[in-house]
């Protein structure tokens, strides 16, 4: 008994996806000797993400999968995102507000506190 | 229990093909859910030192051979596609196609970990640009450019250690289908280890410009 | 000829001798290979009793040494290794696994109908990860200790301290990916393998809040892992991923650690609520209050829960802005948790209500839990938190939610299942007395902690100033009351394995899946498959109370 429970796809969809994931390849290797100054990074990345979309949806049948699969996708990239942008955000925002008279901005003094047996904490 | 079951095919804790197919794939990437998480530690990490270091960063990125990391992008570019093609087979129940195509994809894998290793990982320790073994770069920000190397080196050996895992996968299962585990109908072993090769595929498909095309080579 | 006449003694047959789960195979092999998710909730039930025990020794090391100003028993160095090892065991090989493992292994397969979970071979290894790990951990104990905290503080773990930090981060990273496993475990199976007739929202509401406990699983667990292998090859390698002068960030390791820490919190009480769903609902014979806003609400706390870690940090000098963000967020985190107490409560009005000791564990969860939760809107406040920040008010906020919260939950639910589990009923006087005497204890313990942390006592300390020796040793005094609580159910529980009576398929007469099937379950649970027709907890309008058989 035979039964096909996922989806077969075509070999020429296949060979397609693989010409289009080596040419968008050569195109990111080669736009990095180009000047575009910030725009190399976001340029590459979006490279980068086109290629990985088409081998998820292609290549791991995502274009083919139950609804379900497409929501675990959807949480796992979101999660990921939270975790980079909001850790970001923090050492993004740093020190964006100079207030002399805040503890981090004092000179620094070294306290040596005697922690021997017998004394009390209380100095 | 479903009459129809053959015992051998379906496990008995499933009710029929469909359920345990589908069981099957939400495990795998589920568990794929949990590979984004750990390698997203070390992205997350990787991007807040970049944000912080650019200067070392850039400079550390253009010791790296663009040549060996866009080869190595193709190579495994092309395991996917014969481990797609390797999946449809199992799909259609071609057997012989099947192995064939496996054994192309392992090969394709070794050979991205020969010039991951022996051409890459050499030459960066022969040249003195292995943090904790050999780390001699004295040139501007120079702490900066060995944390990025400290990011290089683990970033590619978590993935370098996934690809060997894939493939002693591979191997796994060249091994089963010759002894006819699989056939139309009964080959979710296949589709699944597709499902974990292409994803470190696509750990790679952001690693090559994250770490070798920073600031560009103009 | 004569004929032979035989009598047969007619035997008095009392019981006809069924086979189950317990029976069906006899040996250690049978228990130490077996794929049955009853048997794998036992090897998982000894496994985190064990644990549980070291820890408490750890504990009660600690609160004897804290009833003198200058430390009674150990060295500070001594006392740091406590802290960290009754922290490490208590959370990664207690608090984590043990209601997911032991009674989620159990329970999730027989509440929803199915033979198995999806993988069953899987949660066999979940286990033997979890073994490995306890190698790891309990080398480290016995090599010397670890002296870091469970939270492995960069540089202080990676640069400053010899002790035994790679073997115990390994075992933090091993163990993780036991709850990884179990977790995918989980999820496959709560979506796959139900019954007919058994939608989503006709689920028991352990299903929920175990589902979510899952997703934390599945989404924190990674990032505590690729942290440990960062602190590991910061020490092994001598590469200073969190040191400053590479330009590293301490602070990293803290987001790192706490974007998995703070989940990994919500982890440890989401389960226990899940159980303290089902027997409020059981013990008032009424459904839950609120079904769909107290199912909701577990994915609001897993989901909320990932937007807060910063809370930890609001003094270790993240910016400003983060922790606005994360105090706002960690007030918002509050409000699912307060419609559980609200549902619960609500439950209870005009509930046949009565009082046996899974009931006791329950309603003390709820007034515990609920002074944990308000104590942690105190925390959440950034003002509020530069002062009580690493101060005993935290450890005691902490306390009450895992211990008056989680570990009550857990013995509400192993008491409340233990019929199902083993057949058995235990002595009702006992465990109720037991619950009463835990939680006495436990106020006793902790309550003081309270007032210690706003006056000042900062923790992690092996010894203080004189003026807070009275409320320490009140702590201590209610410390070793805990733990005669918490040693008479292993006696009576014990006891009941041999000499209690029959259980019956239904002892408490309520409301289940799992108790339309006999007492020790059959190895495939049911014999055959059930269907659902009816609502969750679908008790009639005028239910009578429980009666038990046990006394």
Same mark, same amino acid.
């Given at each position: 008994?035979?039964?096909?429970?996922?989806?077969?796809?075509?070999?020429?969809?296949?060979?397609?996806?693989?010409?289009?994931?080596?040419?968008?390849?050569?195109?990111t290797t080669g736009v990095a000797y180009i000047d575009l100054g910030a725009f190399n990074t976001v340029v590459a990345l979006a490279i980068a993400v086109c290629k990985a979309s088409i081998v998820v949806l292609f290549f791991m049948h995502l274009r083919h999968?139950?609804?379900?699969?497409?929501?675990?996708?959807?949480?796992?990239?979101?999660?990921?995102?939270?975790?980079?942008?909001?850790?970001?955000?923090?050492?993004? =925002?740093?020190?964006?507000?100079?207030?002399?008279?805040?503890?981090?901005?004092?000179?620094? =003094?070294?306290?040596?506190?005697?922690?021997?047996?017998? =004394?009390?904490?209380?100095? | 229990?479903?009459?129809?079951?053959?015992?051998?095919?379906?496990?008995?804790?499933?009710?029929?093909?469909?359920?345990?197919?589908?069981?099957?794939?939400?495990? !795998?990437?589920?568990?794929?859910?949990?590979?984004?998480?750990?390698?997203?530690?070390?992205?997350?990490?990787?991007?807040?030192?970049?944000?912080?270091?650019?200067?070392?960063?850039?400079?550390?990125?253009?010791?790296?051979?663009?040549?060996?990391?866009?080869?190595?992008?193709?190579?495994?570019?092309?395991?996917?596609?014969?481990?797609?093609?390797?999946?449809?087979?199992?799909?259609?129940?071609?057997?012989?196609?099947?192995?064939?195509?496996?054994?192309?994809?392992?090969?394709?894998?070794?050979?991205?970990?020969?010039?991951?290793?022996? !051409?890459?990982?050499?030459?960066?320790?022969?040249?003195?640009?292995?943090?904790?073994?050999?780390?001699?770069?004295? @040139?501007?920000?120079?702490?900066?450019?060995?944390?990025?190397?400290?990011?290089?080196?683990?970033?590619?050996?978590?993935?370098?250690?996934?690809?060997?895992?894939?493939?002693?996968? !591979?191997?796994?299962?060249?091994?089963?289908?010759?002894?006819?585990?699989?056939?139309? @109908?009964?080959?979710?072993?296949?589709?699944?280890?597709?499902?974990?090769?292409?994803?470190?595929?696509?750990?790679?498909?952001?690693?090559?410009?994250?770490?070798?095309?920073? @600031?560009?080579?103009? | 000829?004569?004929?032979?006449?035989?009598?047969?003694?007619?035997?008095?047959?009392?019981?006809?001798?069924?086979?189950?789960?317990?029976?069906?195979?006899?040996?250690?092999?049978?228990?130490?290979?077996?794929?049955?998710?009853?048997?794998?909730?036992?090897?998982?039930?000894?496994?985190?009793?064990?644990?549980?025990?070291?820890?408490?020794?750890?504990?009660?090391?600690?609160?004897?040494?804290?009833?003198?100003?200058?430390?009674?028993?150990?060295?500070?160095?001594?006392?740091?290794?406590?802290?960290?090892?009754?922290?490490?065991?208590?959370?990664?090989?207690?608090?984590?696994?043990?209601?997911?493992?032991?009674?989620?292994?159990?329970?999730?397969?027989?509440?929803?109908?199915?033979?198995?979970?999806?993988?069953?071979?899987?949660?066999?290894?979940?286990?033997?990860?979890?073994?490995?790990?306890?190698?790891?951990?309990?080398?480290?104990?016995?090599?010397?200790?670890?002296?870091?905290?469970?939270?492995?503080?960069?540089?202080?773990?990676?640069?400053? #301290?010899?002790?035994?930090?790679?073997?115990?981060?390994?075992?933090?990273?091993?163990?993780?990916?036991?709850?990884?496993?179990?977790?995918?475990?989980?999820?496959?199976?709560?979506?796959?393998?139900?019954?007919?007739?058994?939608?989503?929202?006709?689920?028991?509401?352990?299903?929920?809040?175990?589902?979510?406990?899952?997703?934390i699983f599945i989404l924190a667990m990674p990032v505590i892992a690729i942290t440990m292998v960062l602190v590991v090859l910061e020490r092994l390698f001598h590469v200073g991923i969190f040191d400053p002068a590479l330009g590293g960030d301490p602070i990293l390791?803290?987001?790192?650690?706490?974007?998995?820490?703070?989940?990994?919190?919500?982890?440890? #009480?989401?389960?226990?609520?899940?159980?303290?769903?089902?027997?409020?609902?059981?013990?008032?014979?009424?459904?839950?209050?609120?079904?769909?806003?107290?199912?909701?609400?577990?994915?609001?706390?897993?989901?909320?829960?990932?937007?807060?870690?910063?809370?930890?940090?609001?003094?270790?000098?993240?910016?400003?802005?983060?922790?606005?963000?994360?105090?706002?967020?960690?007030?918002?985190?509050?409000?699912?948790?307060?419609?559980?107490?609200?549902?619960?409560?609500?439950?209870?009005?005009?509930?046949?209500?009565?009082?046996?000791?899974?009931?006791?564990?329950?309603?003390?969860?709820?007034?515990?839990?609920?002074?944990?939760?308000?104590?942690?809107?105190?925390?959440?406040?950034?003002?509020?938190?530069?002062?009580?920040?690493?101060?005993?008010?935290?450890?005691?906020?902490?306390?009450?939610?895992?211990?008056?919260?989680?570990?009550?939950?857990?013995?509400?639910?192993?008491?409340?299942?233990?019929?199902?589990?083993?057949?058995?009923?235990?002595?009702?006087?006992?465990?109720?007395?037991?619950?009463?005497?835990?939680?006495?204890?436990?106020?006793?313990?902790?309550?003081?902690?309270?007032?210690?942390?706003?006056?000042?006592?900062?923790?992690?300390?092996?010894m203080y100033p004189p003026n807070f020796q009275f409320l320490n040793i009140m702590s201590s005094a209610g410390a070793s009351i805990l733990a005669v609580g918490y040693i008479m159910p292993l006696f009576y529980l014990i006891w009941s394995l041999k000499y209690?009576?029959?259980?019956?398929?239904?002892?408490?007469?309520?409301?289940?899946?799992?108790?339309?099937?006999?007492?020790?379950?059959?190895?495939?649970?049911?014999?055959?498959?059930?269907?659902?027709?009816?609502?969750?907890?679908?008790?009639?309008?005028?239910?009578?109370?429980?009666?038990?058989?046990?006394?």
């Amino acid at each position: 008994m035979s039964e096909l429970v996922s989806h077969v796809e075509r070999k020429k969809v296949y060979v397609l996806v693989w010409v289009i994931l080596l040419c968008f390849t050569a195109l990111t290797t080669g736009v990095a000797y180009i000047d575009l100054g910030a725009f190399n990074t976001v340029v590459a990345l979006a490279i980068a993400v086109c290629k990985a979309s088409i081998v998820v949806l292609f290549f791991m049948h995502l274009r083919h999968s139950e609804k379900l699969i497409r929501v675990v996708v959807g949480v796992a990239i979101f999660w990921l995102c939270i975790l980079i942008v909001i850790s970001l955000s923090d050492f993004a =925002t740093r020190n964006r507000i100079h207030n002399p008279s805040w503890p981090q901005n004092q000179p620094m =003094t070294v306290h040596h506190l005697d922690m021997s047996p017998g =004394t009390t904490t209380a100095q | 229990m479903s009459e129809e079951q053959h015992a051998t095919l379906v496990a008995e804790q499933f009710d029929d093909q469909v359920q345990q197919y589908q069981a099957a794939s939400l495990g !795998m990437w589920v568990f794929l859910t949990t590979e984004v998480l750990f390698f997203g530690g070390l992205f997350a990490s990787y991007t807040i030192y970049r944000y912080l270091h650019y200067p070392g960063f850039e400079i550390g990125s253009h010791h790296l051979e663009v040549l060996w990391g866009a080869t190595n992008t193709a190579v495994l570019i092309c395991s996917s596609l014969t481990m797609a093609l390797a999946v449809r087979a199992a799909q259609l129940g071609k057997i012989k196609d099947l192995i064939g195509l496996l054994v192309v994809t392992l090969i394709f894998g070794l050979i991205f970990l020969f010039i991951k290793f022996a !051409m890459e990982w050499r030459h960066e320790y022969l040249h003195g640009l292995a943090p904790g073994v050999n780390f001699t770069y004295a @040139g501007p920000h120079a702490h900066q450019v060995e944390m990025f190397m400290i990011f290089y080196f683990v970033l590619t050996g978590l993935h370098a250690l996934h690809m060997i895992v894939g493939c002693g996968i !591979m191997t796994t299962l060249i091994i089963l289908a010759a002894r006819g585990a699989f056939s139309k @109908g009964h080959y979710n072993a296949v589709e699944i280890a597709g499902l974990y090769w292409h994803f470190v595929d696509i750990v790679w498909i952001f690693l090559f410009p994250l770490l070798y095309l920073i @600031g560009g080579r103009y | 000829m004569g004929t032979v006449t035989t009598t047969t003694l007619q035997q008095p047959q009392a019981e006809e001798y069924r086979v189950h789960y317990l029976n069906a195979a006899y040996g250690i092999k049978s228990w130490l290979l077996t794929t049955d998710h009853k048997r794998i909730a036992w090897l998982y039930l000894m496994s985190t009793t064990f644990f549980f025990i070291v820890g408490g020794v750890a504990a009660a090391m600690m609160r004897l040494n804290l009833i003198s100003p200058q430390g009674a028993i150990v060295e500070p160095a001594t006392y740091n290794k406590l802290f960290t090892i009754h922290g490490t065991i208590m959370i990664f090989f207690f608090l984590a696994p043990v209601v997911p493992t032991v009674l989620g292994n159990f329970l999730i397969p027989m509440m929803i109908g199915a033979r198995d979970v999806a993988f069953p071979k899987l949660n066999l290894l979940s286990w033997y990860i979890f073994i490995t790990a306890g190698m790891f951990l309990l080398y480290s104990v016995i090599a010397g200790g670890v002296d870091t905290g469970w939270t492995f503080y960069t540089p202080l773990s990676t640069s400053y #301290v010899d002790t035994h930090v790679v073997s115990a981060a390994m075992a933090v990273f091993i163990s993780g990916f036991s709850s990884i496993l179990t977790g995918l475990n989980f999820v496959v199976t709560i979506h796959k393998m139900r019954c007919p007739g058994l939608t989503w929202f006709r689920l028991p509401l352990f299903i929920w809040s175990l589902y979510a406990a899952s997703l934390i699983f599945i989404l924190a667990m990674p990032v505590i892992a690729i942290t440990m292998v960062l602190v590991v090859l910061e020490r092994l390698f001598h590469v200073g991923i969190f040191d400053p002068a590479l330009g590293g960030d301490p602070i990293l390791f803290q987001h790192l650690f706490w974007f998995f820490g703070h989940p990994e919190v919500y982890v440890l #009480v989401l389960p226990a609520m899940g159980v303290i769903s089902e027997l409020i609902a059981a013990f008032s014979r009424r459904r839950v209050f609120g079904y769909g806003f107290v199912a909701f609400s577990s994915f609001g706390i897993a989901l909320l829960g990932f937007l807060v870690w910063g809370h930890h940090m609001f003094v270790s000098g993240q910016s400003v802005y983060a922790g606005i963000f994360f105090s706002a967020m960690t007030m918002a985190v509050a409000i699912p948790s307060a419609i559980k107490v609200f549902s619960w409560t609500a439950t209870l009005y005009k509930g046949s209500v009565s009082y046996e000791a899974p009931m006791l564990y329950a309603l003390g969860f709820i007034g515990l839990f609920t002074i944990g939760g308000l104590t942690g809107v105190f925390l959440a406040s950034l003002g509020l938190d530069v002062f009580l920040h690493d101060t005993y008010f935290v450890i005691a906020h902490f306390h009450f939610i895992m211990v008056g919260g989680a570990i009550m939950g857990y013995m509400g639910g192993l008491h409340y299942w233990w019929p199902k589990m083993t057949g058995k009923l235990y002595p009702d006087y006992w465990a109720r007395l037991a619950a009463c005497i835990i939680f006495i204890g436990f106020v006793l313990t902790f309550g003081p902690q309270f007032i210690l942390g706003f006056e000042g006592m900062p923790r992690r300390y092996a010894m203080y100033p004189p003026n807070f020796q009275f409320l320490n040793i009140m702590s201590s005094a209610g410390a070793s009351i805990l733990a005669v609580g918490y040693i008479m159910p292993l006696f009576y529980l014990i006891w009941s394995l041999k000499y209690g009576a029959d259980a019956g398929p239904n002892p408490w007469g309520v409301k289940g899946l799992e108790w339309e099937t006999a007492s020790p379950p059959p190895v495939h649970n049911f014999d055959k498959t059930p269907v659902v027709t009816e609502e969750a907890y679908a008790y009639g309008a005028h239910p009578a109370p429980v009666t038990t058989a046990a006394s």
